[in-house]
């Protein structure tokens, strides 16, 4: 039984690779945000009223609570500086009890957060090319320090999924 945990930056297609990644395998996603929404809300509300290590924190206990089997799973780690501590630990935790595999759409940083910032103009909030960058800085070489396994892709998440799947074969994982 393993745990593929899939992290990235915000944009990096974490969840759609997830879930192309599962389907692949014909195993179950389990999506860590999914079951934070079902048992507090919605995370942006939760964020307003008891701030980001609040929800880092709820965030890492749902980590640690998921059942055990093989399950393909998308994880924010290091998404931005607060909670360093606790997310630091649950990087190690994934590597303990799984597969931890990042995902990049280009391995230059400001490509990446180019991609990326075009990706996250599509969704509900704002954020600046700036700040997006900048995250990209921060967690790049953290998430590089834990990955088990580094995928560069930016054709699609089947396509990423498909590499994530040999490297997988490759190394006897599954």
């Known amino acids: 039984m393993v745990h593929l945990y899939l992290t990235g930056p915000y944009g990096a297609g974490k969840s759609t690779t997830a879930v192309a990644l599962a389907n692949l395998l014909n ?5 860590p945000d999914q079951v934070f929404i079902e ?6 509300k939760f964020i307003q009223q008891h701030g980001w290590r609040k929800m880092i924190e709820k965030s890492s206990g749902i980590l640690r609570a998921l059942p055990k089997g093989n399950f393909v ?10 909670g360093e501590d606790i997310k630091e630990k649950d990087a190690q ?10 995902i990049l759409p280009d391995r230059a ?9 075009a990706r996250e103009q ?35 998440p089947e396509n990423a999924a498909l590499k994530i799947k040999s490297e997988l074969q490759k190394r006897k994982i599954i």
């Open 109 to 117: 940083i400001k490509r990446s957060a180019e991609i990326c910032y």
């Open 122 to 156: 599509k969704r509900e909030y704002r954020i600046s090319f700036e700040e997006v960058l900048e995250r990209h800085k921060y967690s790049i070489p953290l998430l590089k320090k834990y990955a088990d396994i580094i995928v560069y892709d930016n054709v699609s």
């Open 93 to 102: 935790f994934c590597q303990k009890n799984g597969v931890l595999i990042l």
């Open 27 to 31: 195993w179950p996603c389990i999506d």
């Open 73 to 82: 799973i998308p994880q924010v780690l290091f998404g931005n500086k607060d």
């Open 39 to 44: 048992e507090f809300g919605d995370i942006g």
